[in-house]
């Protein structure tokens, strides 16, 4: 994981609730991303951002929300409008957003939600 | 069509074998090609990084890439049995922000 850090590990949250993951770094990279998985359907970017105070939808960023208020720090909350929030999420950095430097993950969080 | 295609597999092969993984792609703007390496539990780990075409090695791995036919792979010789993971390629154009993933090979080295 290189220095980030995803928590917690497993989350558990009844339907309806929103919910916040975290994602900590420190690579002191620009860019963050988040990145949903599911089996048979590889990642998917739900939310990015090269710099602080500012962050793009991703392709699938619908009933997610991010803030980047720190460059160590790009927490994703799940919302209520997600209609299957149960996934496997991975939060990735990158040296320099346009940069072709590749990807760094975190090792994830798996939330369920029931 | 999906824009990278991938056998999920899964792929079982005795320890010792020599292992081909592929993606073919679509879009022929893509320049810069990654294989990442996931346990299960565990974030995606890169392992080879490659741009346009050609080989690059790295130990007992291979990264290839066919531009001409949309087409990369990466070789796994003697394989062991801790190799067993999920493999994923990734592909990016030049200077874009995000990468497009394939959705993983998973891979079995019996002992």
């Known amino acids: 994981d290189g220095g980030i850090t995803q928590s917690p590990k497993y989350l558990f949250r009844k339907e309806g609730q929103n919910v916040t993951l975290s994602c900590e770094q420190n690579l002191n990279h620009d860019a963050m991303y988040w990145y949903r998985q599911d089996p048979g359907q590889g990642l998917r970017l739900i939310y990015y951002?090269?710099?602080?105070?500012?962050?793009q939808k991703g392709d699938i960023a619908e009933g997610y929300s991010v803030s980047r208020e720190k460059k160590e720090s790009f927490p994703l909350t799940v919302t209520s409008a997600q209609k299957n929030p149960t996934a496997f999420y991975l939060c990735?950095?990158?040296?320099?957003?346009?940069?072709?430097?590749?990807?760094?993950f975190g090792n994830g969080t798996r939330l369920t939600v029931t | 069509q999906k824009e990278v295609e991938q056998d999920p597999g899964p792929l079982s092969v005795p320890e010792g074998a020599i292992v081909s993984l592929n993606c073919t792609y679509s879009n022929s703007a893509f320049q810069y090609f990654m294989w990442y390496r996931q346990y299960s539990r565990k974030g995606p780990e890169l392992l080879m990084y490659t741009y346009s075409s050609g080989n690059k090695e790295d130990g007992r791995f291979t990264a290839q890439v066919d531009k001409s036919s949309k087409y990369i792979s990466l070789f796994i010789r003697d394989s062991q049995p801790s190799d067993s993971a999920t493999y994923l390629c990734a592909m990016s154009e030049e200077g874009r922000r995000a990468l497009t993933f394939g959705s993983g090979t998973r891979l079995q080295v019996q002992p």
């Open positions: 951002s090269q710099i602080v105070n500012d962050f």
């Open positions: 990735a950095t990158k040296e320099v957003a346009a940069g072709n430097s590749p990807l760094h």
